[in-house]
């Protein structure tokens, strides 16, 4: 009979827990279809910044077969997204049904799943991502973090990579080779400050907060576009 020390049984049941988690998302990723993008934005509180992200992401690409949901790290589930981000999304245009059937969710592995693009509101969200599942690091970034990255690489040098993606055919398929482009300028363009990365949080501040954040985000939303267009570019 062979005995297992106890912490090293722990590190065999982990990683097989692991194992059967990536299966599962993969097997999730395939019934969603190569063909369509699975993006999640993720705040604290899934009220305010992550819906704003969603609904207006879900508006600029309805062409296109690109799924987009969010999730908050601290989310109390069924919350609806506050007053403030009410107005200012319907203010950009978002549709008013969608807005008011948005219901905060908790961010979970299940919730996670196999999502394309993991887009993070602040570094802080950014690093629970990664840690709950270490397989996001070079597919997760911060909204403001992706399009500072993205300024300096040009259309030709994303095909380029979209050109080598593992099945070229399939749009998730090209959007993650361009991804990868994107997280290996990660250490060579610097933000003038850290906190440049982050999307203010404005829950329970001034409607001048509320502005502010909303301009940053809404910001840094034409890169997260730019990519999923290219990935469809076929």
Known sequence: MIVLDRGIARLVV??????AMRESRSDRHSQLGAGMLNIIAVCTGNICRSPLAEILLASHLADLDVR???AGTRARDGMEVTPETAS?????????ARIERHRAR???????????????????HR???VEMDPTFMRKTFTARELARLLEDISNEELLG??????DTSAPSSR??????VVASRRGTVIPPAAE?????????????????SAAQLTASLPAVERLARLAFAL
């Open 14 to 19: 982990h990683g097989a827990n692991l194992l």
């Open 106 to 124: 908790f961010l979970t592995n299940d919730v996670l799943g196999s999502a394309d693009l993991g887009l993070a509101l602040s570094r802080e």
């Open 175 to 180: 959007f993650s080779a361009m991804l990868s």
């Open 88 to 96: 200012i999304a319907l203010s950009l245009g978002a549709p008013k």
């Open 68 to 70: 987009l949901s969010s």
């Open 196 to 212: 440049d990365d982050d999307v203010i949080d404005p829950y329970r501040r001034s409607p001048r907060t509320y502005e502010l």
């Open 127 to 129: 690093r629970q991502i």
């Open 161 to 166: 990579a979209a050109a080598s993606a593992a």
